[in-house]
């Protein structure tokens, strides 16, 4: 019998070495589009959204090499939103310091309309969903149309497993395991990453 194949270290696990170009180009297209969309919920245009996000990068790539990451003392997420806060701070602050024309109020620092809870919890949702919606888009071509409908309505968009088994003309117990067969490959994709999640919240902010 042929030996399994030695698993791949994760992205996170390859980012810290710089002389590994696809990993960083792989983190920087999945986690961009998080940042940028944060901080545009946060009332920045795309432009200062833009370069928060940047600045944001710039930081990882600089703390990345010697980032050791145990994920029974915290998670990613939360040393990532770390950085995102601290460069939302620095943003709010330059702005705040700056000449507001006559009719405008300054925004506040971010620390002041942002309780820290609301801010964590607004992260951690925004989070969970941009990882399962990118693992989506990554193993949607592996199944079949109907298997991939069976879980995403059921699982995701939260509709009656019955009305869709019905639908789509498969019994109940088909419809699970469909379901369940996406659900594992999800959390293989999202596990690659190097950053479990609870792949059942996760999937509800979906």
Known sequence: MQKDMP??????????DARD????????GIYTPLIFGFCR????NETDASDV????LKAIA??????EYDPARSSFRNWLFTVVRSK???HFTAQARRPQPAGETTIQHFAEVTPDSAAEDAWRREYQSHLVRWAADQIRREFKEATWDAFWRTAVLGEDADAVAREL???INALYIARSRVT??????IDELGDPLELAEAIRHG
Do not use: C, I, M, Y
Not at 53 to 56: E, G, I, K, L
């Open 7 to 16: 698993t791949r270290p994760s992205l996170l696990l390859r980012v810290r």
């Open 21 to 28: 170009e696809e990993a960083w180009s792989q983190f920087v």
């Open 41 to 44: 919920g946060r009332g920045l």
């Open 53 to 56: 996000a940047q600045d944001t």
């Open 62 to 67: 600089l703390a990345l090499p010697k980032f």
């Open 88 to 90: 939302l701070n620095n």
């Open 169 to 171: 003309g498969v019994s």
């Open 184 to 189: 594992g490959r999800l959390k293989q994709k």
